[in-house]
């Protein structure tokens, strides 16, 4: 019996048997015959739904209109009175209603980076047409990237402890600020007892959380709502960003985030992210899942190891998880159609980046973007976002410019959209770097 | 089809209140004393919780730099310091990108050289440095605005805590995946079980896992007196922490780390290694119920308990050890011991079961990593540490929970099992090495 069959038969049980069906680790997955290599093997899940909330908008039509409009989001923070700070831009979500989007009794208990996290994955269960109770709870779970948790919770009773003292803090702060607050409370929301999980890694944590939901898909369990979130908006918050030294502190919307530009000089925080339906893709089959925008083809992740706060020497790690996704998907760097880019925003990590695509992609003008030029970066709900963004370039064959990009640096050498663009889009590569060296690569793929 | 990779353990390193290494650790455990204590980083006065489990932790003779220690939060370094007894420990070569360790050989070298992950947990990251860095930037409260200017340099360096895992790719050349897991108070034994998969699955040869909290902190403090969590037993402070005992009345915050060197089981006896055990099996599972409550049958515990033991191919009748999750609150002794009796049937009542949270109080995410350190050492010396400051029987539990002292026991399969906020119910089976 070949791998393939035996993953597939065993896939099956476990839609056909639910709860009791094999599921676990180490030893229900056939080990790949060598690293990089595990694609051709091995289930590839599919992305049946998306949910975004997003300072583009919110829902899939309203967030992929406006960034093919090339909408620039980020403006002058509104949130509190940002005058004291180095930074006063922000990409924050308007017109975001929670009490419309989230039932009241969470609204009391978490913060707004879990609000925008169970916003977007009840737009996505609806995008997916799947309804979590008409399944065996254990069939679903949630793996979600984190990144610095409930902020506005955490600062209020920060605020309360330390002056009103320990009685006046929530009964709700121990499970409001921590990290795994927006899977639990989605968890519990649409009861979901699949092996549900939390990855930190910073800015490539949406991508994590996707490879985490293709190890839980491979051992057997049918369904996983994956991506990530994030909302760190408040004074404290930004303050903690401005100790980076990578934000940038300029007071135009357009001279703020800058992917790839020569005038890139930092990054602008935003708040948002997404949510995507992650399936078995027999379980999708079987269920009648009304679309498959593609499937999680291949992936891998490195980190530099260099130094913890500063930037890498050079980006040859990053090249390397893109070589081992691309293998991966059993793929060769030609059939790439489009790289979206982490665009970190900084002139060196660009130029790291732009080296590390030039060497995996040799000579050729692999088309490249960054739309999140106009959101700003969303730690792990950003990597979430691109790959919804990279899924709807295959759906509707478009690929968005580059957000906010006036002139591309000249020693960069790549070949950046500057305007939306029709293209054949089949397989798109999606790379997603963290503060400390993180660094993470994801293929998309058209559905056969 | 090819066999799946085996998991195996060659190295463990540990921070513990009462025992800052290994051996210390152990020797505490199986002593059978405790290290709860009335709580001495601030004055607890005000909290109806004043006890806690502090680990006498020296950084700088743990063997950390004078910049490792000023840029992290105390979490971070709890688990550096692990993590250097651990890597020691396992006789592997590992150390900082340039400096010639086993991974040196740079991504354009030889393809066969070993891809070293990190998979570490924590349920609070930096909060303790958050809070302190918190409190000077708002004034002690007073400005929501906070003044940016007295803000320290390695701010963002806390606010995300991917930092543990960038310090420990960083100090020990490990470019492979490398990530943290947060699953609140499961978060050490996922992050090890993510580890493992890493390595079944072909993604690492090498990981490095475990999990690090130091949560004593006001606000940790009054977050989990705000729901009565915490004992209010101050005025015994030794004897606070009473898993399974009837006059339990909450958890004894406590902080550390431990660290695990994986590997490849087959590559591991390759090259001769100490193996302690396996990683066999490994599940979790989410009660869908809340945040903080469980239900009194411990159906998704005993679910997670099932699956990882049938990925072990182990029975109830194998299991020489039980470490329970046994925090000492009220609902959790009674769910959990409901879960070994529903996963396990009558074979329950016959295996020995403990929770080392009597003696080191519960260190939130990092307890997974600890309680997993302490079941590889109980298989390495058929030895089941005991449960402390046990004395009366509660009717709702009703296994033998090795009250108060050590036993002698043959462990060659050993269950670790943790539940925690958000509703996650993790398990995993390890198996002695000869097994």
């Known amino acids: 019996m070949s791998a393939d069959t035996a993953v597939t038969a065993a896939a099956t049980a476990a839609v056909a048997t639910g709860p009791s069906s094999p599921a676990a680790l180490p030893g229900s997955v056939p080990a790949p015959a060598s690293r990089g290599e595990s694609g051709s093997g091995a289930v590839r899940p599919v992305v049946t739904g998306l949910g975004i909330v997003a300072p583009s908008g919110i829902g899939v039509e309203e967030y992929w209109s406006s960034t093919l409009r090339g909408e620039l989001r980020v403006a002058p923070i509104t949130r509190f009175d940002a005058s004291r700070y180095d930074a006063s831009l922000a990409g924050e979500i308007s017109g975001f209603d929670p009490e419309a989007q989230v039932d009241k009794r969470y609204l009391v208990q978490t913060d707004r980076w879990t609000w925008i996290a169970m916003a977007a994955s009840r737009l996505a269960l609806a995008d997916a047409a799947y309804d979590p109770a008409e399944h065996e709870p254990y069939e679903t779970a949630v793996v979600f990237g984190s990144g610095s948790g409930g902020n506005d919770f955490g600062q209020r009773e920060l605020s309360r402890l330390w002056t009103r003292g320990r009685t006046a803090v929530s009964v709700y702060q121990s499970i409001a600020w921590f990290y795994a607050a927006a899977t639990g409370q989605t968890s519990i929301r649409h009861g979901l007892k699949g092996p549900s999980g939390v990855v930190v890694s910073d800015g490539a944590g949406g991508l994590d959380s996707l490879a985490q939901a293709r190890r839980v898909i491979r051992r057997g369990t049918s369904t996983v709502l994956a991506g990530g979130a994030e909302s760190g908006l408040t004074p404290y918050a930004l303050t903690c960003h401005l100790s980076s030294g990578r934000v940038s502190t300029a007071t135009r919307a357009v001279d703020g985030y800058k992917p790839f530009d020569a005038r890139a000089g930092g990054y602008v925080p935003g708040e948002g992210g997404a949510t995507l339906i992650v399936e078995d893709p027999a379980a999708a ?4 899942a009304p679309r498959v925008y593609g499937e999680i083809a291949g992936y891998a992740a490195t980190h530099d190891a260099a130094h913890p706060t500063r930037p890498a020497p050079d980006g040859q ?13 059993g793929l060769a760097p030609d059939d790439i159609d489009v790289v979206f880019a982490d665009g970190a925003g900084s002139l060196d990590l660009d130029a790291q980046e732009a080296a590390a695509i030039r060497a995996v992609f040799g000579g050729r003008p692999v088309p490249v973007t960054a739309p999140q030029g106009l959101v700003g970066r969303l730690c792990a709900g950003g990597s979430a976002l691109s790959v919804a963004s990279a899924l709807l370039s295959i759906r509707d064959g478009v690929l968005p410019a580059v957000g906010n990009l006036d002139t591309p640096h000249p020693d960069h050498g790549l070949n950046l959209v500057r305007e939306p663009s029709q293209a054949a889009v089949r397989t798109a590569l999606v790379n997603a770097r963290g503060y400390g060296g993180f660094n993470s690569s994801l293929v998309v793929r058209a559905a056969t | 089809m090819t066999a799946p990779r085996g998991v195996a353990v060659t190295g463990i390193g540990v921070v513990a209140p009462g025992g800052v290494n290994r051996k210390e650790f152990w020797t505490l455990l199986t002593d059978g004393r405790t290290a709860t204590r009335r709580l001495s980083f601030f004055d607890p006065a005000q909290f109806r919780s004043q006890v806690a489990a502090e680990c006498e932790f020296d950084p700088a003779a743990a063997g950390l730099g004078a910049r490792e220690i000023a840029r992290n939060d105390r979490f971070v370094q709890f688990a550096l310091a692990a993590a250097i007894e651990a890597v020691e420990d396992s006789g592997l ?6 400096s010639g360790g086993l991974t040196d050989t740079g991504p354009d070298g030889d393809p066969d050289a070993p891809v070293v992950g990190v998979s570490m947990g924590s349920a609070v990251g930096a909060t303790t440095r958050l809070e302190n860095e918190y409190v000077v930037v708002s004034d ?8 940016p200017h007295y803000a320290s340099a390695f701010l963002y360096h806390a606010l995300v805590p991917s930092c543990l895992a960038t310090e420990l790719a960083c100090r ?7 990530s943290v897991v947060s699953t609140g108070c499961t978060s050490g034994i996922d992050a090890v079980g993510y580890g493992a998969q890493l390595i079944a699955d072909g993604e690492a040869d090498i990981v490095i896992a475990g999990a690090s909290d130091a949560p004593i902190s006001p606000i940790s403090m009054a977050c989990f007196d705000a729901i009565r969590a915490t004992t209010a037993r101050n005025d015994d402070p030794e004897h606070a922490s009473r898993p399974f005992d009837a006059s339990r009345d909450g958890f004894v915050m406590g902080e550390g780390s431990a660290v695990l060197v994986l590997e490849d089981a087959a590559a591991a006896r390759a090259r001769g290694a100490h193996i302690y055990c396996e990683v066999a099996g490994y599940a979790s599972r989410s009660n869908a119920f809340h945040m903080t409550g ?3 049958d411990g159906v998704e515990m005993a679910e997670a308990i099932r699956v990882a033991m049938d990925a072990a191919r182990v029975g109830a009748h194998d299991i020489g050890y039980i470490n329970a999750h046994g925090s000492g609150t009220k609902q959790n002794d009674r769910h959990e011991t409901a879960a070994f009796k529903r996963s396990l049937g009558a074979t329950a009542y016959e295996i020995p079961v403990s929770s080392i949270k009597s003696m080191i109080g519960h260190s939130l995410g990092a307890i997974g990593s600890l309680e997993i350190a302490a079941c590889a050492l109980a ?11 046990w004395s009366t029987r509660d009717p709702a539990c009703d296994l033998d929970y090795v009250p108060n002292v050590a036993r002698d026991h043959t462990v060659d399969v050993a269950l670790s099992v943790g539940s925690g906020f958000g509703g996650f119910q993790s398990a995993i089976v390890l198996t002695g090495p000869n097994r």
Do not use: C, K, Q, Y
């Open chain 1, 285 to 288: 089959a079987a269920r009648g």
């Open chain 2, 140 to 147: 002690s409260g007073r400005h929501w605005e906070v003044d």
């Open chain 1, 317 to 329: 790690w990053l090249a390397t998880a893109m070589r081992r996704a691309i293998a991966d998907a």
């Open chain 2, 172 to 178: 020990f050349g490990a470019h492979g995946p490398a």
């Open chain 2, 294 to 296: 469980l239900r009194p």
């Open chain 2, 379 to 389: 298989i390495e010396n058929d030895v089941v540490p005991p449960t402390a400051n």
């Open chain 2, 93 to 98: 070569d590992l150390r900082p990108t340039g």
